[in-house]
């Protein structure tokens, strides 16, 4: 199985509207991390929440962390053409090993103008 | 604002070739890691890098790939004779408290 799975896989939305998107993971994590991909372009820092955090807000971001679902959310509220990439949910394990995040498929979001 | 520079943006090679792809980390940042994505799937762990020696790598990081610090600024990844399937974006990143920074990526396309 995979460690953090968006779904969905991708959505369009209008101007205006609010995007939410999922992500599901396995193990114990110390915190999980938001990603935004343009197209062909790096990954860029969206928003942290660690695993004793419920919710973080950041400008139009919000991020809630169920950890006893194993599941987080990104909300994007009242969307821009601008926001149109691919968004990924990335963990931090709980394994003080190993330091690398692991990412997830991403949700592919289209934001019609 | 500091960030993560990788370069060529792109590289194109012939199968069986070397290929040094480079990074400068953020200068205050002390974990360094490369990371790969193949069009249209997931990024994909490489290798980290901490103290000067390899702290954690992935299945897909065999003898075939290398990492180096040469000089307390430059982080390279090499690929001793590329193959087909190694053609993706490659993308260098170094962490800072809050999440990962990356670079712009470097993509490599094996002929």
């Known amino acids: 199985s995979q460690q953090g799975e968006e779904d969905p896989q991708a959505l369009s939305i209008q101007e205006g509207e609010n995007a939410t998107m999922n992500c599901s993971y396995k193990t114990s994590i110390n915190n999980l991390q938001w990603y935004r991909q343009n197209s062909g372009r790096g990954l860029v820092h969206l928003i942290l929440i660690r695993s004793n955090e419920r919710e973080k807000h950041s400008g139009r971001l919000r991020v809630t962390l169920d950890t006893s679902k194993k599941s987080s959310s990104l909300l994007i509220t009242a969307s821009r053409a601008a926001d149109t990439a691919s968004y990924f949910c990335a963990t931090d394990p709980m394994d003080t090993g190993r330091r690398a995040l692991t990412f997830g498929s991403g949700t592919r979001l289209q934001v019609q103008p | ?111």
């Open chain 2, 1 to 111: 604002e500091p960030e993560v520079t990788q370069t060529p943006s792109h590289q194109v090679t012939q199968m069986g070739q070397e290929v040094i792809l480079r990074c400068v980390p953020i200068s205050n940042h002390l974990y360094f890691y490369w990371y790969r994505q193949i069009l249209g799937q997931k990024v994909e762990f490489l290798v980290s890098f901490y103290n000067n020696e390899i702290s954690e790598k992935s299945e897909i990081f065999d003898d075939q790939f290398s990492v180096e610090r040469p000089d307390g600024s430059n982080f390279t990844l090499k690929i001793r004779s590329t193959k087909l399937e190694d053609s993706a974006m490659y993308f260098c990143a170094s962490r800072a408290s809050q999440g990962l920074f990356f670079g712009s990526g470097t993509q490599l396309s094996v002929l």
